[in-house]
């Protein structure tokens, strides 16, 4: 078990984030792989069973915070598009598509930018310039 070997190397909390979040990405388990995991969690001793744990809450803690960002991300687009949609009348596809691709502080910058805006022009300029 790779988590199990990870633990019994003496590394230090970086070392074990990159290595982990490396696993994470690149080993996806299906459901019968995951009984095979619990499985053989449950096998090894209590106190490697704590430090492997470990691991796998600091991956879900991981998962966890990425999954507020994108949901705060998509909020933000969402509260621009309606305001934007308000203002100047249905945007085109396109110009949906490139404001939900832009990060959450462009976002926020964009909603305090089109206070300013007095057609959809400044609003592709805007996107223009970033």
């Given amino acids: 078990m790779s988590l199990q070997l990870l633990s019994t190397l003496g590394l230090n909390p970086a070392q074990v ?29 209590p106190r490697q069973q704590e430090e492997v744990m470990q691991i796998v809450t600091s991956w879900m803690e991981e998962g966890i915070q990425q999954g507020l960002q994108q949901g705060m991300q998509q909020e933000a687009a969402t509260l621009v598009l309606r305001q934007l949609n308000r203002r100047f009348g249905r945007v085109t596809p396109q110009l949906q598509e490139r404001i939900q691709n832009l990060s959450t502080t462009e976002l926020e910058d964009l909603a305090e930018a089109l206070l300013d805006f007095t057609n959809i022009a400044d609003v592709e300029a805007w996107l223009g310039n970033k």
């Fill in 17 to 45: 984030q990159l290595i982990s979040g490396f696993i994470d990405t690149y080993l996806k388990l299906n459901a019968e792989e995951k009984a095979v995991f619990e499985e053989q969690l449950a096998r090894i001793e």
